[in-house]
């Protein structure tokens, strides 16, 4: 599987925008890439996921470079429940599994 | 209620028991997975099933045995437990796999001691 790379930790005020990089430089052309979070202790949940094309929903957008070497998530409005680790995680088209890294932990000031 | 569900949640054991952890959805999802989650590690799949009757290793098999009997319900058992085995277990089910989308639906975790 491919490796994503992600900061440790971010911070970000409250109402303000969030963007989270990802770095993915060995990703092949099958490759999705998919992003889940996960909230105090509970278990991760989807966010988001695209393959070319930026992509967006209720939650967040997912913005791609042209090269796929990259992407970054973008939380429009932090809200203090958006404190959470953020997962960027690379995924074959039809595949199942997921391989969890790190993460990046996102806090959220008031 | 509809959902995937773990139970118990919250369980302390002693070295050298047996313990079943149980996991089920009501989605009908083909797919199902068990995971550990440790500090310093993250997310690290330990078995997952594409169908009743079918499992198959995930990164971290050793000391566990999974079961499939109905689709529903994927219970982890840890035949002899070490305490290296102490963690949260998340539980998680997603589609048959013929979609980029395939989400992956975790259940809320088992925290598991292991004295």
């Known amino acids: 599987d491919a490796k994503t790379t992600q900061p440790n930790s971010m911070e970000s005020n409250e109402e303000e925008p969030v963007h989270l990089p990802c770095n993915h430089s060995?990703?092949?052309?099958?490759?999705?890439i998919h992003w889940y979070r996960q909230l105090p202790s509970q278990g991760p949940e989807y966010v988001i996921h695209g393959l070319t094309s930026n992509v967006n929903n209720r939650m967040a957008s997912l913005a791609i470079a042209e090269d796929r070497k990259s992407s970054t998530l973008i939380l429009h409005r932090a809200t203090l429940r958006d404190a959470a680790v953020y997962y960027c995680?690379?995924?074959?088209?039809?595949?199942?599994?997921?391989?969890f890294g790190a993460g990046t932990i996102l806090r959220v000031k008031s | 209620d509809a959902g995937i569900t773990q139970s118990p949640r919250y369980k302390i054991t002693e070295t050298g028991r047996q313990v079943t952890l149980m996991c089920h959805q009501t989605w009908s999802h083909s797919y199902m997975f068990w995971y550990r989650q440790d500090l310093g590690h993250g997310l690290r799949l330990i078995y997952y099933?594409?169908?009743?009757?079918?499992?198959d290793k995930g990164e971290v098999p050793d000391g566990y045995v999974v079961s499939r009997s109905k689709t529903e319900n994927f219970p982890l058992t840890l035949e002899s437990a070490t305490r290296s085995q102490t963690s949260v277990y998340f539980c998680?089910?997603?589609?048959?796999?013929?979609?980029?989308?395939?989400?992956?639906?975790f259940g809320p975790g088992t925290r598991l001691t292991v004295l």
């Open positions: 995680i690379l995924r074959r088209e039809y595949g199942n599994k997921l391989v």
């Open positions: 099933s594409a169908a009743a009757d079918i499992t």
């Open positions: 998680a089910s997603s589609r048959l796999a013929f979609s980029s989308y395939n989400e992956q639906f």
């Open positions: 060995t990703i092949s052309g099958t490759d999705y």
